[in-house]
């Protein structure tokens, strides 16, 4: 019985001295399981070549994957990390089989590499024989929306709006729920990264520059388009299961380029700090500034554009961005993307390529660098290089390019040291993306399931949604359209449709389809509204032509074309417009018919819904119609939405997200206060001192209308009062953005001697708020002002007495403004620092302070037991009242019940008292193992 209780009580203590080490072991082990650290580990096993290969995307012609193919040697033989599908390479089939041949066509990428992976490879140095790593290709594509020209799959995707029609809806969660049906279905075709959304802000809209934006873009104001971008971003994140690298573009901004940037590099003359207030904004809100990790992009697309002025020298013009590493080392400088970098963010080159590339580098376009202009867009910092087009010359093509970069790399990565350690860097990111994109990297982690396919296009009713709310009469304002056109079309009426069509291809020898079927209105009216549907019309009522008959019409002549008969005898005309393109002369039809024939329209309904960007006709042609309403995106849902608009059966409840300064409509007035609101105000006194934190969420009743009764805490002289605004709607009856300015005006004294101070707030989610220190007694009057024109609250007065306050009955707001003198917001209060709280859980200083107590006492163990002459137990005791305290630290490391008091109420000598007791309870315990010895 001694021996078994003596061989448990060594038991228990050879298990201690496993745990201490344990306890202070356990949070790199757990570190060791992030995809950083996963990514470490597999860097460390990966040749020069496959490290190289880990920093290009590269583009393939046509659906060939044999063993023969260009791609197919890339992948196994250069180990390039991804690739990238567009519809110009041939990469997508005709419908019906578009969807499941790009399903296969992704697994088959995947499986390519996963092949490979499953032999051996030689050492270089060594001459071993080495397993070869299966790395999860990246698989890109663009799709922005809207069908061509910015979708590269055209068929059998669930039709959803492009971003201006978000924009236009004003609501984020529309956005969110788009980006959730865009992320799930890209993410079950086996797509794992997208170039997108565009964050780009379109500050000046310019339908005759060959840069203007278009409908690419969330709008014109810096918030909103962060605002919807996020939501945006969070949905790809949550539709995918985040298994789907976002890809924000085009950094740094391509909103007041005057040229496309496929054509050539545009220079944007603005310094650093005005591209803070403008372009960069929305860029801050999905990277550092993002509320959570589904909210922030995975990367950026560094765009080639350059910058006259960056530095704030007007006569200083920067090299594109992208080929610039100090330029680009100055906008990483800034917090947000520093933040945003050092959690693993990953920079994305645009095209290499690109004629504005080659442009750049040799006006001439007669040679083209391929292994330099890759080199230098590495170094200004890209961590992967897009090659797309990157074909040296007509006898060099793009596979040779590719190659020849590629093989530039390995020796520059074997003979430079710096070179390799930039490499190894980037590197190091691209693989931590991808193992945040997989737990694993197996076969079956990585291919998706064809079962996956069956929720793509599955009627999801968000486009219709969205169609519904982004709607917006863009001429005449409502009341006067309800006055000129009170009623739908009767039974009786003719009704004639001309749209703007034209036809594209999905592939090289897919057929031609058009991106908007010429009568794609009548048969929606038909449909909704025909026979069988409410018998509003009939077929015979119905007509449809296309832009390019009218083209005929103004060119040939009108006696010989039928359109004009139609005009004449109709009572309605209906225009579905796209965009005005003068490569494309039929999409000015209108435009030139409201020129040229203005007296074929006379007498006519002529309704005009815009399918696309809102800004191509000016005051005059405006003038010309009777209604002007603009859908922004032409799927299938914005179509039925027009024809619901024509029978009244909708409204129209957007508001265009971009100016159209040619009708008058300003985004900044649009989005500042609406004067005729009245700002409700929140009043609550401060029971805290002046410089602690303020709670979020006053309880006073506000004052929207005055008529309401106001409960107010007593007030005396040196009183700290919080003053928080209601929302705050713009003129469109949105929110209004953050940073706008709200003036909180505070009054005292009579009539006859009035004096003001001001102090000025900003808004965040609609609402601001400030404090004001009572200083003087007698009459204070408060209200809040924004806007130019204001928009005002309802003034609040108190009478301050020595003793308290009451709250006299509110007047009529003040028309006159008496001078104000503003004060910061902070007046009045302290900058001490609030105090500490108090510590709950031990730390490393603890561990050494009791590991320290416990040496003392085994030391004294020890010598106690040397002094009776008993040296071996001597140390036993030492050992055993180590032994001990080391168990008291295990307890407060691990934080175990009743720590946490200990620690944060007796502090430091709570903590020695306990490891002091460890101490003594081992040796105690070793006095006990001696008895025992001693009994046998």
């Keep these: 019985m001694k021996s078994m209780l003596r061989r448990s009580f060594l038991l228990f203590l050879a298990t201690i001295q496993i745990l201490v080490p344990l306890g202070v072991s356990a949070a790199p082990q757990l ?30 012609d046509g659906t060939d994957l044999s063993e023969e193919s260009q791609i197919y040697d890339l992948i196994v033989n250069h180990h390039v990390g991804g ?27 995947q499986r390519v590499e996963w092949n490979i992976s499953q032999g051996e490879r ?9 397993p070869n790593t299966f790395v999860p290709l990246f698989i890109g594509i663009s799709q922005e929306g809207d069908g061509y020209p910015h979708d590269q799959i055209l068929n059998g995707l669930t039709p959803l709006p492009n971003q201006m029609a978000l924009g236009a809806t004003w609501e984020p969660d529309l956005a969110e729920q788009v980006g959730q049906v865009m992320g799930q279905e890209l993410s079950s075709l086996g797509f794992n ?82 591209l803070t207030q403008i372009e960069l904004a929305p860029f801050f809100a999905v990277t550092g500034n993002a509320p959570n990790e589904q909210a922030a992009v995975d990367a950026l697309l560094l765009s080639h554009i350059r910058y006259q002025g960056f530095q704030g020298n007007i006569r200083e013009t920067t090299r594109p961005v992208s080929f610039d590493p100090q330029a680009f080392g100055e906008l990483m400088a800034l917090e947000p993307f520093q933040v945003w970098r050092e959690g693993g963010g990953v920079i994305i080159s645009d095209e290499l390529g690109s004629r504005a590339v080659r442009r ?17 867009a590495f170094l200004a910092g890209n961590d992967i290089l897009n090659l797309g087009d990157f074909s040296r010359s007509e006898e060099v093509d793009n596979y040779a390019s590719i190659v020849q970069t590629l093989e530039f790399f390995t020796q520059k990565y074997n003979e430079d040291l710096a070179f390799a350690q930039r490499v190894d860097e980037s590197v190091l990111r691209i693989l931590t993306l991808k193992f945040e994109l997989y737990s694993s990297f197996t076969l079956g982690t990585v291919v998706t399931g064809q079962g996956d396919l069956a929720n793509i296009n599955a009627g999801n009713s968000i486009s219709f949604d969205v169609a519904r709310s982004a709607v917006s009469l863009i001429s005449p304002d409502a009341i006067s359209l309800d006055t000129a056109l009170p009623n739908p079309p009767t039974s009786l009426e003719q009704i004639v449709f001309v749209s703007d069509t034209y036809t594209v291809q999905q592939c090289t020898e ?83 018919l409201l020129d040229e024939r203005p007296d074929l329209l006379q007498g006519k309904n002529v309704i005009v819904f815009a399918f696309n960007a809102p800004y191509y006709f000016d005051a005059t042609d405006a003038s010309k119609l009777t209604a002007y309403y603009s859908l922004y995106s032409k799927g299938p849902e914005f179509v039925d939405v027009a024809a619901r608009l024509l029978y009244r059966e909708l409204g129209a409840p957007g508001a265009s997200p971009v100016s159209i300064s040619e009708l008058g409509y300003e985004l900044i007035e649009a989005t500042s206060p609406n004067p005729e609101q009245i700002i409700g105000l929140e009043i609550q006194l401060v029971e805290a001192e002046p410089n602690e934190q303020l709670p979020e969420e006053p309880t006073a009743t506000p004052l929207p209308d005055g008529e309401e009764e106001i409960t107010l805490p007593e007030v005396q002289l040196g009183d700290l009062i919080s003053l928080r605004t209601t929302e705050i709607l713009d003129s469109n009856g949105n929110r209004v953005p953050d940073n706008t300015p709200v003036r909180f005006i505070f009054t005292t004294g009579l009539e006859s001697n009035l004096t ?93 302070l009791v590991l320290a107590i416990s040496i003392f006492i085994a030391l004294f163990a020890y010598q106690t037991g040397a002094l009776r002459g008993q040296v071996m137990w001597g140390v036993r005791w030492a050992l055993s009242a180590l032994i001990g305290g080391l168990i008291a630290s295990t307890y407060l490391g691990f934080n175990l019940p009743g720590t946490a008091g200990l620690v944060s109420g007796a502090g430091l000598w709570g903590i020695a008292v306990v490891g002091g007791l460890g101490a003594l309870a081992g040796w105690g315990l070793a006095w006990l193992w001696q008895w025992l010895d001693s009994q046998e």
């Design 193 to 274: 990264l997208l170039i997108g959304p565009s964050l780009d802000v379109l500050e000046a809209p310019n339908p005759e520059s060959p840069g203007d934006l278009g409908t690419r873009t969330f709008g014109g104001d810096p918030f909103w388009v962060g605002r919807m971008g996020r939501s945006f971003v969070t949905g790809l994140h949550l539709g995918s299961q985040d298994q789907l690298v976002v890809v924000g573009k085009h950094f740094p901004g391509h909103g007041n380029s005057d040229r496309p940037p496929e054509e050539e590099v545009p220079t944007i003359r603005k310094s650093l700090v005005q």
């Design 510 to 592: 897919c057929p031609e389809e058009f991106v908007l079927e010429p009568d794609a209105l009548q048969q929606a009216v038909l449909r909704l509204y025909g026979p069988g549907a409410g018998n509003l019309t009939s077929r015979v009522n119905l007509t449809s032509y296309t832009y390019q008959d009218i083209v005929d019409l103004l060119d040939i002549g009108a006696y010989i074309n039928p359109l004009t008969n139609e005009f004449r005898r109709s009572e309605w005309v209906v225009f579905a417009q796209l965009d005005a393109n003068p490569n494309r002369p039929a999409s000015l039809g209108l435009r030139r």
């Design 83 to 109: 690739v990238m599908l567009k519809a110009e390479n041939d990469n997508f089939v005709v419908a019906p089989g578009t969807v499941n041949a790009a399903w296969e066509m992704n697994g088959e990428l």
């Design 756 to 848: 003001s101070r001001e102090i000025i707030s900003t808004t965040t989610n609609g609402t601001a708020q400030t404090t004001f220190l009572i200083e003087n007694s007698g009459l204070l009057a408060v209200r809040a002002v924004s806007g130019d024109p204001p928009a005002s609250s309802e003034e609040v007065q108190l009478e301050i007495a020595g003793d308290g306050s009451q709250l006299v009955e509110t007047p009529e707001t003040l028309v006159e403004e008496p001078t104000a003198t503003p004060v910061p917001e902070s007046a009045g209060q302290d900058e001490d620092p609030p105090p500490e709280p108090p510590r709950e859980n031990s730390n490393f200083g603890d561990w050494l």
């Design 31 to 60: 570190q060791g399981n992030t995809p950083e650290a996963r990514a470490l580990e597999l860097l460390e096993g990966l040749s020069p070549e496959e490290r190289v290969g880990q920093l290009f995307l590269v583009n393939f």
């Design 360 to 376: 750049f580098f040799d006006p001439s376009g007669i040679s083209f660098n391929a292994e330099d202009i890759a080199r230098n």
């Design 122 to 130: 030689v050492d270089e140095e060594s001459g071993e024989l080495l």
